[in-house]
């Protein structure tokens, strides 16, 4: 068993109460889908929300919405090198969900979905989001110049050799026995 109490706590996790007093608490949810990346992150938004309305159409509810934004895939996917990939945390009945599903399947703008079921839902920001805000605030605090093309200062952009002149002739070579 791995000790739990070193210095990354495990992330908290909320288990919502049954939505009836008198019937059990409806399954749990985590649900990515990939969108093609010429779609605009407004008509992604407007996505998320007619699938949101479908869950709550039929019983459930959406209770966290995260944008990871445009990413680049492994492999392409339908012609695609990037996507735009949307986190949903779902609680709803499998019937509800089976709905979103097939509509996204009808869907050309969606590229990929997965669904998972989960014991307990997430209250704080994914891993992908941590990473991005981690990355933010090293931009932020590296204090990028605007001049600065990053890598390792390959370019000699900023090296100023000058002319280097004529070569001069080339010196006679000898050849091994000629004199």
Excluded at 1 to 24: C, K, L, Y
Excluded at 54 to 59: D, T, W
């Amino acid at each position: 068993m791995r000790d739990e109490t070193g210095p990354n706590p495990p992330p908290q996790r909320v288990r919502p109460g049954p939505i009836h007093a008198e019937g059990p608490a409806m399954p749990l949810y985590e649900h990515v889908f990939l969108a093609r990346q010429d779609v605009t992150s407004q008509q992604v938004e407007t996505m998320v929300e007619t699938y949101k309305g479908v869950i709550e159409q039929n019983g459930g509810k959406v209770d966290k919405i995260e944008m990871w934004g445009v990413k680049s895939l492994a492999y392409r996917i339908k012609k695609n090198r990037k996507a735009h990939f949307t986190l949903l945390n779902i609680e709803a009945p499998p019937a509800a969900l089976a709905e979103m599903e097939r509509q996204m399947q009808i869907s050309e703008d969606v590229l990929r979905f997965m669904t998972i079921r989960v014991e307990e839902l997430e209250t704080e920001p994914s891993a992908m989001m941590q990473k991005r805000d981690r990355d933010d605030r090293k931009d932020r605090d590296r204090g990028r110049r605007r001049d600065d093309d990053g890598g390792f200062g390959g370019g000699f952009g900023d090296r100023d050799r000058g002319d280097r002149g004529d070569r001069g002739d080339r010196p006679e070579r000898n050849f091994g026995g000629e004199n």
